[in-house]
């Protein structure tokens, strides 16, 4: 769905996943990677920062990845402070 740029569609079933598998880091990493391909980086942000609390150990690497993408996200915005929040 995201590939076909079906961002409304994706977010939808993303959103339907995390209701049904709350512990999903995945729906919870493209559910922010959605919102950043919108450029809505905070909401993509605020997505990875609820995902901090179901993250294990062995994904930390994988989650700090989207938070580099949406910091460089938000540096092509200008938003400088925000960026340095989220890397």
Do not use: C, W
Request: net charge positive; no cysteine; glycine share 4%.
């Amino acid at each position: 769905l995201t590939a076909s740029a079906s961002f409304v569609e994706a977010e939808a079933v993303l959103k339907k996943s995390i209701e049904i598998s709350p512990k999903s880091l995945v729906s919870y990493m493209l559910l922010g990677s959605v919102h950043a391909r919108r450029n809505d980086f905070n909401k993509a942000e605020n997505i990875l920062i609820k995902a901090l609390q179901i993250v294990s150990e062995n994904e930390k690497k994988s989650l700090a990845q989207e938070f580099e993408k949406v910091g460089d996200g938000f540096m092509t915005t200008g938003k400088r402070k925000d960026a340095v929040r989220a890397y």
